[in-house]
Every structure is written in C-alpha cells, then in structure tokens.
C-alpha cells in the first residue's frame, strides 16, 4: 500500500465543484481582510463511485468571483472573460490539474483498503495562495478532505511549513517522502499559484476593484409569535464581501448574543446581503443600524423613527378614524330609523 506521503509527492491534479455529494470541509483561512490583498482558490473533487456527475473536476476562484472550471481536460473560463484567460487555464492550471488527480487516485487506495464495496465516496483539496497588499506573495494552504472530513492540511507561512495529519495513519509512514515534498512545494506548486493569481489579477482588476454601495434598510414588524416586535437591518446588493453592520439601541450598539442573523449570503447578481435582527417588546427605546463599507466614503446611519414607526401610527389613525366614521353612519341609520 502507499503512503499518504506517497500521493502527496505525485506530479498530477485536476479539480471541480459538484452541486451533489459534496464533502463540504472548513479551512480556518478567511477571504482576504485588506483592501489590496487577493486570493486564488481551487477547489478539486474527486468521486469514487457510480453518480450522474463528473469523476473530477475543479473551480478556481479568484477572491470570490469564479474565473474558470476545469474538467475532462478541458479549461472552460467564467464571468468576464478575454482571450488571454484561455492562456492562464491551458498551461498552469492544466498542471496542477494534473497533480491533483494523481493525487486522488493515490488517495482512494490509501483511505479505501479497509472498504472494498462499492459505496460512493467524495475527496476534496482546497488549495488557496495569496497576494499581499504590496504584491508580495503570502500564505499558502493546501487541505484535504475525504467522507466529509478533513484529513490533512500542508501550511506555508513565511517560509515555514506546518503540516498536521487527522487520520490514522502512522507518521513513521509519512517522514521519509515529506521533506522532498515539501521541497517541491516550495519551489514548483507555490510560485505556481502565486502566477496564476497574478496573471488572472491583471485580466480581472476591473471586476476585482469595482465597489457597489449596499442598499440599507430598517424596519420594525409584529411578532406573531412573541407579541412583541423584531428590529431588522438589512444590507443588500454590495461588493466587495467585507461589511460591518451593526444594531444600536439608544446610541449604544446591541450585544452580539441579543442578535439574529448577521450571516453573509450571495445574491444572484454577485453582490451580497446581511441581515441582523432584534426581538424587542412594546417599549420606548430608540433604534437605529449603521454600515461600514469600502464603498462608501462615510458609515451610514439608518434611523428607526421613520417608515416602520410612522406606517404603525398610520394605521392606528386610519383605524380609530374607520370606527369614529363608522358610529357616525350607525347612529345616523338609527335616527333615520326612528323618523
């Protein structure tokens, strides 16, 4: 049998994202944070086993905008696209496709001995490189994920390598190859990447760089549930990802474990929502949401004195003035009656 160190060592990948079976695997790296960072990430899948969709095939993700797909040894480019995004994917990303299936097949004999049926099985590698703010190469992380858990991860930070391994596999197994590939890391799939991102930051600045102001709004509605009332904020229709949005309740911002929601969701023309919401009773305090976003050159403030409030004390007018006309016309009929 191979070692895990084995099929890491292999010159070959390919890779994909499936809509069905997939593994989904949490890698504790986050989107870049800075204004002029950017990532490149791929995304591989390999499925062992009879199911309607490809065996391998990988996305590759610049930031959070997909700039191409590769499968069957095909390099198909996404989104806003030129001529010159058929030259990236046809050489470097053919590559390190190759790499990756290899990888895979290694994979499935290692993690497979002790299952021979014919069940269906999904692996997963997430590669993702980064770009600094000063266009100086960052970190990079290379994470595996076999049955819906991840199985190892191969870290490159400042020159350092961290590599933990989460399945049983004995490390005396894993040594005597590592260090060589490790070496191979470093000076081949690395600057790899790095190009790769740097070649795709060049065709795609414009779509990278462009910033949408988010649409705010703040509302106050019946609770049907509680009988009291929820608070929300909405943010919608920005880019880039990155935004704070918070809850104020008399100028003070609302503690995080009094909030609802606040998870970061995609909208279907790329820009994105959050949503954080409040249970309140009928009380008198003051509400009111800010935004912080790179689109916007100050931090937006939204009061809640205004449609919410005003839309509940229209009602009640047009209420009491709908039962105030409605005596009139009763005690009109009765005189009318009695004539």
């Keep these: 049998m191979c070692s895990l160190a084995e099929y890491l060592k292999t010159k070959s990948m390919q890779c994909k ?22 990532s490149l990430w791929l995304l591989s899948t390999y499925i062992c086993g009879k199911t309607q969709f490809p065996k391998f095939s990988c996305t590759i993700t610049l ?9 069957s040894n095909t390099y198909i480019p996404r989104g806003n696209t030129t001529n010159e995004d058929d030259v990236i994917g046809s050489d470097y990303i053919k590559y390190i496709s190759d790499y990756m299936y290899d990888s ?38 290379v994470a595996d994920a076999a049955r819906g ?15 933990n391994v989460t399945v049983n596999i004995k490390q005396e197994l894993i040594k005597p190859d590592l260090e ?13 990447c790095i190009t790769i991102l740097r070649n795709y930051l060049k065709k795609r600045r414009d779509q990278i760089n462009r910033k949408i102001k988010p649409n705010i709004t703040l509302t106050q509605k019946a609770n049907s549930d509680s009988g009291g009332f929820r608070v929300s904020c909405l943010a919608t229709g920005f880019y880039p990802r990155h935004i704070n949005l918070t809850l104020f309740r008399d ?80 005690v009109v009929c009765l005189r009318k009656g009695r004539l």
Aim: net charge negative; glycine share 6%; with cysteine.
């Design 63 to 71: 930031d959070d905008i997909t700039v191409g797909y590769h499968h």
């Design 104 to 141: 895979f097949l290694r994979r499935v004999a290692l993690l497979r001995q002790d299952n021979q049926n014919d069940s269906l099985d999904v692996y997963q590698t997430l590669a993702v490189c980064e770009l600094l703010d000063s266009d100086k190469p960052g970190k990079m992380i």
């Design 251 to 330: 100028g003070q911002p609302v503690s995080d474990h009094e909030i609802t929601g606040g998870d970061l969701l995609p909208n279907g023309d790329g820009t994105y929502q959050m949503r954080k919401s409040l249970e309140i009773s009928a009380d008198k305090h003051k509400y009111s949401c800010s935004a912080t976003h790179l689109s916007l050159d100050n931090k937006l403030i939204i009061e809640l004195d205004e449609p919410s409030r005003r839309r509940i004390g229209v009602f009640v007018a047009v209420l009491l003035l709908v039962c105030a006309i409605s005596v009139i016309l009763a």
């Design 180 to 192: 060589e590939f490790k070496q191979e890391f470093e000076n081949t799939f690395y600057p790899v």
């Design 149 to 163: 858990s991840t199985t190892d991860e191969l870290s490159y930070i400042n020159n350092t390598f961290t590599y």
């Design 17 to 38: 994202w499936t809509q069905s079976y997939v593994l989904v695997f949490l890698l504790a790296l986050s989107l870049p944070s800075s204004d002029g960072s950017h």
